[in-house]
Every structure is written in structure tokens, then in C-alpha cells.
């Protein structure tokens, strides 16, 4: 179930083709959460994660998902387990759905700002990446997906009839929060996002690009961190585009609505989280010196 949209709608599968969606997501979004537990717990057993301010942005990126992933995989069992819930359970599910996908890009862009401070202005990078500013900008982060978010709760709860909140419905967002000026809202707030991140991203890569000429390796690994945080932004931003995408596939495919609503759910729901552990978790050296020893033979490197 996305954020968004959900990935199954009022179409009906068979009962071996749902048990199937069902367990091949439960044991998708098990693995993808044992993944996080153990980068987690590496980061956590080490004293030189925690004080860079990298890994705290990585940490909270893990975490996000990990509460992203959890939501969205309940979501998607309720609506075949049960079909519809109460409409007050219902709204913090979506919530916290909506407010984790919105981190991601913030996220990623933050990262990435933080890349290019290393890379190009490492005299500075002790004095403008601190700690406390580290931490400052993650509560900045999940202010801003709260202002974003918080609007589409109280303008239902302002024109919805109080019997709405006690009834059941099939969890979706546009279904909750069904108010035309909210789908204006979150249109224009996806489009801003999308312009946003995209373009620190851009920016920042080729400051990258034609600040570090030396062509050091570690200009060429920040360049190429930064292209798969670009990759990462645009598989979270197929959230802003699914709609659009899902209504094109629905006509195109009636006949198979159900297993094209299931597929949107896999590449816009669970494929970006899979991409994190892979960006840090095995490409950056020290995080995966760590990581080895810690699941090999639980001892820190030497």
C-alpha cells in the first residue's frame, strides 16, 4: 500500500494468487527490515558511525525506511485480510506512510550536500558538519514532512461528517483524504519536491565535477555516490508520478488490473529502500569493514 495511492485496489485476486502477492511482500519487507536491523546494530556498536555526520544521516535514512517498509507491508496485508478498517486506524497508517516517503528525497538531498562538502570544501567540512547540526537538520527534516502532511488531517476532519471517522474504508489516501483541494495540495507539493531535490542534486554534482579536477578517487566515489542518491531520488519521486502511471496502465491493461496494481507497489514502495544498504552498506569502505567483521565474527576491525 503506498503512500499515495496503495497497490491494491477494489479488484479481487484468487485465493492462491493473494496468498502469493502476500507472502512474497511479507518476505520481501522481512528481509529488507533484517537488512536494516543489522546496519543498524553496526552502526550502533560503533562509536566512529555515530559521531560522523554521514552515517547519523545514513542511520535516520535506515530507520525512515525501516518505518516506511513496516507500514506499507501491514497495509498491504490488511487489504486482503480484511478489505476495509476503520477509518481512525486507518489515518495514522497513511500518515506515517506519507510522512516517511516525503523524508526519503529531503533525506538523499541532505546526504548529498554533505558529499559535496567533503569532497570540495574539506577544510570547512569539520565546522559546517557537526553533529548537533547533523541532528538539528533530521528534526528540520521530519518538520517539514509534518507540515506537509498534517494539512490533509485537519481539512478532513473540518468538512467530513463525524460519522465518517467511526465507519470503515478501504485504506487508501485518496480514499481518507478525499478533498479535491487536498489532491491539488499534494500535486503541487510532489512538484516541488521533485524540482527541489532534483536540482540540488544536479548542482551538486557537477560542483563536484568541476571543483575536484585532480580526479582523486575520492572525487570519483562522491560523483558516483551522488549519481546513485540521483537514482534513489528518482525511484522515491515514481510516489508522485503513480497516479498518472497507474490510470494509464489500467486502461491500457483492464484485464490485469490487480497484478499491475501489484507491480507499481514493488518498484515504488520496496525497490528505493532496497538501494540504501547497497550505497552504504557495500560500497563505502569503512561502514563495510565494520559491517563484515560484526557478522563474521562479531569483533570491531582492527
Not at 569532497?119 to 509534518?146: D, E, K, M, N
Request: hydrophobic fraction near 50%; include cysteine.
Amino acid at each position: 500500500m503506498s503512500a499515495g495511492n496503495g497497490s491494491v485496489a477494489d479488484y479481487r485476486d484468487s485465493f492462491g494468487k493473494a496468498v502469493t502477492k502476500n507472502v512474497l511482500v511479507v518476505a520481501i519487507g522481512l528481509s529488507l527490515n533484517s537488512v536494516s536491523v543489522c546496519l543498524m546494530y553496526t552502526f550502533c556498536k560503533h562509536q566512529i558511525f555515530y559521531l560522523s555526520p554521514r552515517y547519523i544521516l545514513f542511520f535516520h535514512l535506515v530507520v525512515n525506511d525501516m518505518i516506511q517498509v513496516s507500514v506499507t507491508v501491514v497495509l498491504f496485508v490488511l487489504s486482503y485480510a480484511v478489505y476495509s478498517i476503520a477509518v481512525g486506524l486507518c489515518c495514522p497508517f497513511i500518515l506515517m506512510a506519507i510522512i516517511t516517503s516525503e523524508n526519503t528525497p529531503l533525506n538523499l538531498a541532505c546526504m548529498a550536500a554533505e558529499c559535496y562538502v567533503a569532497v570540495c570544501l574539506p577544510l570547512q567540512h569539520a565546522r559546517l558538519c557537526t553533529v548537533r547540526r547533523t541532528l538539528l537538520l533530521v528534526g528540520a527534516i521530519w518538520a517539514i514532512s509534518l507540515v506537509s502532511a498534517f494539512p490533509d488531517l485537519l481539512v478532513t476532519l473540518a468538512t467530513e461528517p463525524t460519522h465518517f471517522f467511526s465507519g470503515k474504508i478501504f485504506c487508501l489516501r485518496r480514499r481518507v483524504f478525499s478533498s479535491p483541494v487536498l489532491a491539488r495540495k499534494r500535486d503541487l507539493t510532489y512538484a516541488v519536491y521533485l524540482v527541489l531535490v532534483w536540482s540540488v542534486l544536479f548542482f551538486l554534482y557537477f560542483r563536484i565535477l568541476f571543483t575536484a579536477r585532480s580526479a582523486s578517487k575520492e572525487a570519483k566515489k562522491a560523483r558516483s555516490t551522488i549519481v546513485l542518491h540521483g537514482v534513489q531520488v528518482l525511484l522515491c519521486m515514481t510516489t508522485y508520478a503513480a497516479p498518472l502511471v497507474k490510470d494509464a496502465l489500467l486502461r491500457a491493461f483492464p484485464e490485469n488490473s490487480s497484478d499491475t496494481l501489484f507491480a507499481c507497489y514493488v518498484v515504488v514502495q520496496i525497490l528505493p529502500r532496497a538501494i540504501s544498504p547497497i550505497i552504504y552498506g557495500v560500497r563505502d569502505k569503512c561502514f563495510r569493514k565494520y559491517l563484515k567483521n560484526q557478522l563474521v565474527c562479531g569483533r570491531k576491525p582492527q
